[in-house]
């Protein structure tokens, strides 16, 4: 894991006499520490100090995906907080999302310190697919639709099948019933639309507009 140096970090301020939000002015990342010239944002005292880092650590990740889990290896801080449903990059550049904490004697919780985990089962979180349920009168279809975890879904926007349109009327997250606003497909656990006929490219009318 490559450390930067951070730009502010909190630090005990000697003239404010408590943990004040400090600049960075200079730093030099070492192995277990980071060597700094800081200025105290409040008091504006500049100090030069040596801050020690939390440790990296090692952590043992199962990413299950359908029927088959793989095991790798991430690397965190010790005091790093972990909370089921955090979301974390690989070094591979895979998304992943943790579903949930194991300790040791086989005990889950939903957040715990980095240094007290034993593993993290996660699920693989880059191409979700999102089950959409389009009603037509008395007739409803059921569809699913790819997306991407940080793709928004607005209430009354069109939302284009392959077979069909919709217009999207509500959507069912973890928490609630939208039915005003929007929700990122991360949260999304059904979207109910009204039946639309597929659309087709609009053409661009903008020289008829200048006319009126
Ligand atoms: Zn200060």
Redesign the pocket.
Same mark, same amino acid.
């Given at each position: 894991m490559q450390r930067e140096v951070p730009e502010t970090i909190y630090y005990e #301020?000697a =003239? !404010?006499d408590?943990e004040?939000l400090h600049e960075v002015l200079r730093g030099r990342m070492g192995k277990a520490s980071l060597e700094c010239t800081i200025k #105290?944002t =409040? !008091?504006?005292?500049v100090s030069a100090t040596t801050i020690p880092l939390p440790k990296i650590i090692k952590m043992q990740v199962v990413i299950s995906d359908g029927p088959i889990s793989e095991r790798t290896v991430t690397e965190l801080e010790e005091d790093d907080v972990i909370a089921v449903e955090d979301e974390f990059f690989l070094e591979d550049g895979r998304r992943l999302r943790v579903c949930s904490i194991e300790l040791p004697g086989d005990k889950r919780v939903k957040k715990a310190k980095a240094n007290k985990v034993k593993m993290l089962w996660c699920q693989q979180f880059d191409n979700l697919t999102i089950k959409v349920t389009i009603n037509n009168d008395r007739v409803s279809y059921s569809r699913r639709i790819p997306a991407l975890p940080d793709d928004e879904f607005v209430i009354g926007n069109r939302l284009e099948l392959d077979d069909m349109d919709c217009f999207i009327h509500a959507i069912k997250t973890r928490t609630k019933l939208v039915q005003h606003g929007s929700a990122e497909a991360r949260d999304v656990v059904r979207i109910y639309g009204k039946y639309g006929e597929k659309s087709y490219p609009v053409l661009d009318f903008e020289d008829d507009v200048e006319d009126f």
């Open positions: #301020c =003239e !404010c408590d004040t #105290c =409040e !008091c504006g005292k």
